[in-house]
């Protein structure tokens, strides 16, 4: 299948008052056509702001792209101009968002945003069948009473409607790359399969390309064909699904896997989790982020790790992925 989208050595800087920090740095993924990729990594590791640089939605002026190129369809889309960029976005690309209520207009209707994006992507569409599509997508996303809510404004819904309602949205656009960050994460379990069955469905339909952003390994298992195992805004581990679950070498991959509770395992026992947290920004040092959490650090560590290829397509940056885990 055809490379959608290809990020090489993605850096990202933050300026707060105590100083400048890359927040994301060297990060390389592709995206294939009908094909979704997991970025995961714990809370703070740089995954919302990876998604956001691809849009040119990093706050600003704090947020800065400092190095990389992100090609897609034969454009870099760091490098776009601003009108560029609005064109790209929301036609080609989607994306749905952690905080729904950024994603929607205060000052309209559900429904007339809704049909807006049908207007622009349908145009063979006339009014009555774009008001029927709009119904069917809401009604797809488990909106119930849908005709009603098509005359409701934002705040008038609950969190979780309002996050089915932006995921309509990105879904109606019908684009080439959705980009998906922790949209499930608000909703209960049975909704949760509910958009991601959905989310499935219409790859099938179009290749759209996914990348799907999660803490959740679970869902990580579900949805996703390529994993990128992100910590401290640097790759630790990238693989496909299978030898993500089956084969994981970097330490950390191997503590997130172990951290999800498992039916086989026995009733009353404490979930093994990683130790400490990922390190703020005032904390990062040179070498390994991960050494300070990391059963097998080394002095080696004080270096940065750099690349080792582990098998075909299964990347590690980690000084000890041969050393048998302790
Ligand atoms: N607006 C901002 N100003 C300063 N630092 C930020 C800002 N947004 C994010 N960061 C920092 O960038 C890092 C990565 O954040 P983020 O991408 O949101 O993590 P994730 O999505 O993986 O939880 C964090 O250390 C966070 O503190
Ligand atoms: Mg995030």
């Given at each position: ?25 060297d ?13 995961v ?7 919302s702001?990876?998604?956001l ?89 488990g909106i ?6 098509l ?15 932006m ?94 509770p ?18 703020s ?46």
């Amino acid at each position: 299948m055809a490379t959608l989208l290809s990020v090489d050595n993605l850096a990202v800087s933050f300026t707060t008052e105590a100083g400048c920090f890359r927040v994301v740095d060297d990060v390389s993924f592709t995206v294939t056509a009908g094909q979704t990729l997991g970025l995961v990594g714990e809370s703070g590791c740089g995954k919302s702001v990876t998604a956001l640089s691809l849009l040119g939605l990093l706050p600003r002026p704090a947020g800065r792209v400092v190095g990389g190129r992100a090609q897609f369809q034969g454009q870099d889309l760091l490098a776009l101009t601003a009108e560029q960029r609005y064109r790209v976005r929301g036609n080609k690309i989607a994306m749905i968002f952690q905080e729904p209520m950024t994603a929607l207009n205060p000052v309209y209707t559900i429904g007339c945003q809704l049909m807006e994006v049908y207007e622009l992507h349908r145009p063979e569409l006339n009014k009555p069948q774009r008001r029927e599509a709009a119904l069917a997508i809401l009604h797809q996303v488990g909106i119930p009473e849908a005709e009603a809510r098509l005359a409701a404004y934002p705040h008038q819904l609950s969190g979780g409607m309002r996050q089915r309602v932006m995921i309509a949205m990105a879904l109606a656009c019908e684009p080439d790359l959705l980009i998906c960050d922790e949209p499930t994460t608000a909703l209960d379990v049975t909704m949760q399969a509910q958009i991601l069955h959905l989310i499935r469905e219409l790859q099938q339909k179009t290749g759209m390309g996914v990348i799907f952003i999660t803490h959740d390994l679970g869902v990580v298992a579900q949805v996703c064909d390529q994993v990128l195992v992100m910590y401290a805004g640097r790759s630790a581990e990238q693989a496909g699904v299978f030898d993500i679950f089956e084969r994981p070498l970097h330490p950390y991959t191997q503590g997130l896997l172990s951290a999800i509770p498992r039916l086989e395992r026995p009733g009353k026992t404490m979930l093994p989790t990683i130790k400490g947290q990922v390190p703020s920004l005032e904390e990062q040092k040179a070498g390994c982020r991960f050494a300070n959490r990391c059963p097998r650090a080394s002095d080696l560590c004080e270096q940065q790790p750099v690349v080792s290829l582990a098998g075909e397509s299964h990347q590690v940056w980690c000084h000890h992925w041969r050393d048998r885990p302790s």
